[in-house]
DNA sequence: CCGAGGTTTGCGGGAACCCGCAAAAACACT
DNA sequence: AGTGTTTTTGCGGGTTCCCGCAAACCTCGG
C-alpha cells in the first residue's frame, strides 16, 4: 500500500503518521507533502493508491488535490481530514468524486480512535466513511427546500465575486432578466423575502445583495478558499471572452 | 507564575504545554480551556498573570477573550498563537491592548525554537514579542495610504454585513451622502476607481458594492470570524434603537 | 398527449446606488 | 492665528437594482 499525506500543520502532520504506521499493517511507502501543489508533484512522481487530503491548505485547497488526482487516476482513495464541516467544502467535494471511488471525510476533531476507523474502512476495506456531523450536512445541501439549487449556487458566487447583473447574464448564457430572476430565488432562499427584512425609521435595514453575502458566508455555504478558487474561474471566463 | 493556555485544537493544546513546562523554570499553575468561554470562566475562578491564547476558537475569538481579561485585569501577560495573519486579527488586537500591557504573537507555524523565545521574551522578560510577518501587516494597516482609516474600515464592516446607505447614515450618525462618502473612499482604497474595473461587451463587469466585499475577504481585511462579531454589535446597537 | 413544477423572459415602475462638483466644517500641526 | 489635510454635506443626473405580473418554455412522469 502506497499512501500520500498533504498537511500543511507539522503537528498535525506527525500524529497522522504516526496513526497511520500504527494502524496500517501493509504500509510499503508512505510520504508526506505540506501543501497542496506539492502533493500533485509527488502523487505525479510515484505510484500512490491511497491519500489524505487536509482540506485548507497554502497555494492549493484540499479539494483542487482531490480533483486532478481523480482525475488522473479514478481508483485513488483519499480520506479527506478537515478542520471544519463547512458546506463549501463538502459542496466541493460532492460534485467532482467520481461514481465508483472510495473516500471519506473526518474531522480532526474526532479521537483518534475514529481515525483509525476511518484509515482502515477507506483504505484496507474500500467502504466510504463519513462523519456524522458531515453527513448532515451533505444532506440539507441535497435537499431542493433548505440547500441551494446548483443554479441558485452559481448566482450566489457570481454575486459574491462582485459582478454586475449584467455580468452575471453574459456569463451564464442568460438574459439580462435571467440573472436577476436566479438573484430573485436566491434571496428568498436565504430569507430575504421583503418582509423579513427590518425596518427602522431610517427604511429598511439591508441591501439584499450584499446581505445574501453576509448570510452565505456566516452559515459557511461559501468561505474565503471557495471564493479564491472561484476567483480562478471567472478569470478565465474572462480571458477567453476578449478573444 | 500562573499560566492560562486556550486552545481548541487537542494536538496543539498537548505540544503547548510541553513546551510550556520545559521552557518556563517557575511554573506553579498550568490550566488548559478548550474554547474562549471556557478561558474567560477559569480566569476568572483563579488568578493568572500569563495566558496564551488561539485567535478562533469555537464560541468566543482569541480577541474577544483578550478584551475582557485585559478589562478585568490590564497587568495580565498575553501570548497570542494563531495560525495567520489576518488583517481582521491584527487590526482587532492593536485596537484594544492597553497602553502598558505586554503581549506577543507569534505563528503557530513558526519552529518551537522561535515559540520557546517568546515564552520566554513575554512572560519572564515581559517584553513585546511580535513575528515578522505579522509586524508587517501591522505596519500596513497603520500607514494612511496602503490600509484602511477606521472610518473607512467602519464603512467596509457595514457593508459587509449587508447594510442599507440609509442604515450606514443612522448608525454612524452622519447623514445618507456622509455615508455615501465613507463608501467612496473606501472604494478609491481597494482599487476600484471607475476606471480600473475590467469592462466587457456587456458593460462594466463588476458591482462596486458586493466586488468591495470580494476584495476585502480575499485579502484577509476581514474574514467570517470578524464578521460574525461585528453581526453582534449591530444586533446590540439594533436593539438600542428600536427603544 | 397532457399537466405540474421549475426556469426564463419581457415589461415597467419605484427605489437604491454611484459619483462628480464644490462648499463648508473639523482637525491637526506649526 | 494660519495652513493643509481629512471629512462631511448638498445637489443632481445617470445607472443599476429590486421585484411583481404574466406569458412562454422545458422537462419529467403519468
Given at each position: 500500500m502506497h499512501l500520500l499525506i498533504?498537511?500543511?500543520?507539522?503537528?498535525?502532520?506527525?500524529?497522522?503518521?504516526?496513526?497511520?504506521?500504527?494502524?496500517?499493517?501493509?504500509?510499503?511507502?508512505?510520504?508526506?507533502?505540506?501543501?497542496?501543489?506539492?502533493?500533485?508533484?509527488?502523487f505525479d512522481a510515484a505510484e500512490y493508491d491511497s491519500v489524505i487530503l487536509d482540506l485548507q491548505m497554502p497555494r492549493m485547497t484540499g479539494v483542487e488535490v482531490a480533483k486532478t488526482i481523480w482525475a488522473k487516476k479514478p481508483s485513488t482513495k483519499i480520506l479527506f481530514w478537515s478542520n471544519y464541516t463547512e458546506?463549501?467544502?463538502?459542496?466541493?467535494?460532492?460534485?467532482?468524486?467520481?461514481?465508483?471511488?472510495?473516500?471519506?471525510?473526518i474531522l480532526k476533531s474526532a479521537p483518534a480512535e475514529q481515525l483509525k476507523l476511518a484509515l482502515q474502512g477507506v483504505f484496507v476495506a474500500e467502504q466510504c466513511v463519513i462523519d456524522r456531523?458531515?453527513?448532515?450536512?451533505?444532506?440539507?445541501?441535497?435537499?431542493?427546500?433548505?440547500?441551494?439549487?446548483?443554479?441558485?449556487?452559481?448566482?450566489?458566487?457570481?454575486?459574491?465575486?462582485g459582478l454586475t447583473d449584467k455580468a452575471m447574464a453574459a456569463r451564464r448564457n442568460v438574459s439580462l432578466r435571467g440573472a436577476q430572476s436566479r438573484l430573485q430565488h436566491l434571496y428568498q432562499k436565504l430569507g430575504l423575502d421583503k418582509g423579513d427584512i427590518p425596518v427602522g425609521e431610517w427604511g429598511p435595514t439591508y441591501n439584499s445583495r450584499t446581505r445574501a453575502i453576509s448570510l452565505a458566508l456566516s452559515q459557511g455555504i461559501l468561505n474565503a478558499d471557495a471564493l479564491r478558487k472561484e476567483e480562478e474561474n471567472l478569470r478565465v471566463w474572462m480571458g477567453r471572452q476578449q478573444k
Open positions: 498533504a498537511e500543511d500543520d507539522k503537528l498535525h502532520r506527525a500524529f497522522l503518521e504516526k496513526v497511520a504506521r500504527n494502524t496500517l499493517a501493509d504500509l510499503n511507502v508512505l510520504t508526506m507533502a505540506e501543501d497542496g501543489a506539492e502533493a500533485i508533484q509527488e458546506e463549501a467544502y463538502i459542496r466541493g467535494i460532492t460534485k467532482i468524486v467520481p461514481s465508483a471511488a472510495v473516500y471519506g471525510y456531523e458531515v453527513r448532515g450536512v451533505q444532506q440539507r445541501a441535497g435537499d431542493r427546500l433548505l440547500g441551494l439549487s446548483e443554479l441558485e449556487y452559481e448566482a450566489l458566487v457570481d454575486l459574491c465575486l
